[in-house]
């Protein structure tokens, strides 16, 4: 089956440091990829995607790349700031309409 | 263009009551998709839904839970006779019919029940 496991957090990191946070996937098929971030009180919004082996998804900063070897969909950015505190969750979806999340890893920047 | 709306936000309610969870989508989107997270684990799929047609049900509860997505008016996701386990944040999406694999999601509500 699908699912998805993810780098448990919290995570503290201070102003400027580099960030990765680990996300590896089980898929029968062949998935697209997705980082979700969510902050305090709001909805999941997309961050990135990636669609195909060997893509690479960026936004903001932040970049992850399609691992079909490894099974692998890590994100990284090179210096977080305080307002990239928040909660993010690694997703795969093959058909489009059900997508599996991970638990969600909880990034707090400090200054 | 305003985005996924789900209300209430909160909802309390004592075991053995009805919650009635609504979204509403955003405009032009007539797909629904309903998700759980329990404490400390990611969103699980509950059902996916278009106009007045249910069209993937695999993640619901086979007990207790519905969900429906009328030609007009929210999509509601209801659950009865409530248990302390459906605590949880109950998530909506949306996203149009001619894109897949993009999602957009509301606020989402807290269900607790004592």
New interface residues.
């Given amino acids: 089956g699908n699912s998805v496991t993810q780098m448990e957090g919290p995570v503290t990191l201070s102003e400027e440091a580099f960030l990765t946070i680990n996300c590896t996937y089980t898929a029968t098929g062949y998935p697209s990829l997705f980082w979700y971030v969510q902050y305090p009180g709001e909805g999941l919004q997309l961050l990135l995607k990636a669609t195909k082996a060997d893509d690479k998804g960026s936004n903001k900063g932040f970049e992850a790349t399609y691992r079909k070897e490894t099974t692998s969909f890590h994100l990284e950015k090179g210096s977080v700031q305080v307002s990239d505190s928040a909660v993010y969750f690694c997703a795969l979806s093959e058909t489009g309409n059900q997508f599996y999340f991970g638990t969600g890893t909880s990034l707090t920047v400090i200054p | 263009n305003a985005?996924?709306m789900?209300n209430p936000r909160h909802l309390v309610r004592r075991r053995g009551q009805e919650a009635r969870l609504r979204c509403s989508p955003m405009k032009g989107h007539s797909?629904v998709?309903w998700?759980r997270q329990l404490p400390?684990?990611?969103?699980?799929?509950m059902v996916?839904l278009q106009k007045e047609n249910i069209?993937?049900e695999?993640?619901m509860p086979k007990e207790r839970f519905s969900a429906e997505f009328p030609k007009e008016g929210p999509s509601i996701l209801r659950i009865q006779q409530v248990v302390r386990g459906d605590s949880a944040a109950y998530?909506c999406?949306s996203s149009p019919p001619s894109v897949?694999?993009?999602?957009?999601?509301?606020?989402?509500t807290r269900l607790t029940v004592l």
Avoid: C
């Avoid at chain 2, 400390?40 to 799929?45: A, Q």
């Avoid at chain 2, 897949?100 to 989402?108: D, E, L, S, T």
């Fill in positions: 985005g996924v789900q797909h998709y998700y400390e684990e990611g969103l699980k799929f996916y069209i993937d695999s993640g998530f999406a897949q694999g993009r999602q957009f999601f509301g606020p989402g």
